[in-house]
């Protein structure tokens, strides 16, 4: 299980709203100069994002706990997510390739990728309302951060 400790912004009724705190990785790195992700995130900004977890601890606003995410939920979120819409463009635009000929072929291919693309993007949707993968792939909270402290 993939643990982080996050801090609880609000309680409402049996959810919690929290965000994770952000570990100083990016500036203590040894490849700072060749990576993407410290570039993106400063071009992006630091935003932290904010997620709803079932406060099964009790916990009140301002609390540190520890998340979790199962292991394979990271996989199988981005097979999802990122591998469905792709396959699917590139279906899209194989099945159209043969269908015309000369600069029409290619304005074909655009609409078939395009169109297989957002076939996948929209099952992908689909796919994440299910309640079971939904309960696979979100975190959850697994105790405060005292206990935290005893653990590391």
Do not use: H, K
């Amino acid at each position: 299980m993939i643990e982080e400790p996050a801090i609880v912004n609000a309680v409402t009724g049996n959810t919690a709203r929290v965000t994770p705190l952000r570990r100083a990785s990016c500036g203590q790195c040894a490849a700072q100069g060749g990576c993407g992700v410290g570039a993106l995130a400063s071009y992006f900004g630091r935003r932290q994002p904010e997620l709803l977890i079932e406060n099964t601890l009790g916990v009140e606003a301002g609390d540190t706990v520890i998340i979790g995410l199962r292991d394979d939920a990271l996989l199988a979120g981005s097979l999802l997510v990122y591998a469905l819409p792709l396959g699917s463009m590139l279906a899209g635009a194989a099945i159209a390739a043969p269908l015309g000929a000369g600069v029409a072929s290619d304005v074909l291919v655009l609409i078939g990728g395009g169109t297989g693309f957002g076939v996948g993007a929209l099952a992908a949707r689909w796919r994440l309302r299910c309640a079971a993968l939904r309960q696979r792939v979100e975190p959850v909270m697994l105790r405060t951060s005292e206990d935290w402290d005893t653990v590391t």
